[in-house]
């Protein structure tokens, strides 16, 4: 299946944990904003007690958008062109627990993080957001390296994450930290070669 069908099937608890996996693998872009540690947030661990149990409802939601609170508030450092994909999805995380917002926040989150990766590829401005469409509806003609990764780390987080065995969920955690590291090396080549 495409990232979109994937996506269209899914339930609220996974939309609810691929959407802060998206988030989370982003996380360490904040990193690189001048002024973002004094904001007090622990890029490795903000996230982590909303993976493990994702219980869903509005206490849930409550305490993903107290994290998310903190995130937006780098927003006033500066943030750049790549945190800012960070704060969009932190600002947007829905108000209600229910299919439709989590549906639409998981869609902008999905293709918000491949876009990241498309600019850390250095792939050309120039038409990002009609790659990242064709992308996630399966035409992948001429992916790069990072972002096919990403893609398919994506495709097969929302599989594990639909599965009703117990261990879909850490297996998922797994696969999305994997991501946060390839993410932040390639954050880091960029800094170093732009610095």
């Not at 339930?11 to 691929?18: F, N």
């Not at 992308?135 to 994450?161: F, H, K, V, W």
Request: aromatic letters at 4%; hydrophobic letters at 45%.
């Amino acid at each position: 299946m495409t990232l979109v069908e994937l996506i269209g099937r899914a339930d609220e608890r996974t939309l609810a944990a691929s959407a802060v996996a998206c988030l989370d693998r982003c996380l360490p872009l904040l990193e690189y904003v001048e002024g973002a540690e004094r904001i007090g947030l622990d890029t490795d661990e903000a996230l982590k007690p909303l993976w493990v149990a994702v219980e869903g409802g509005d206490a849930w939601l409550g305490r993903l958008r107290r994290v998310a609170a903190v995130v937006e508030r780098v927003a006033g450092a500066a943030p750049g062109e790549l945190a800012g994909f960070a704060i969009r999805m932190a600002a947007a995380v829905p108000t209600t627990y229910d299919g439709p917002a989590l549906r639409a926040w998981a869609e902008d989150c999905s293709a918000a993080v491949l876009e990241v990766h498309l600019r850390l590829d250095a792939v050309a401005p120039d038409g990002h957001e009609a790659r990242v469409k064709a992308y996630r509806n399966g035409d992948t003609d001429g992916i790069s390296p990072l972002t096919a990764g990403e893609l398919r780390r994506q495709c097969q987080l929302l599989d594990m994450l639909s599965e009703d065995s117990g261990g879909g969920l850490n297996h998922a955690l797994q696969l999305s930290n994997e991501g946060k590291r390839v993410l932040r090396a390639a954050a880091s080549r960029r800094a170093r070669s732009s610095g």
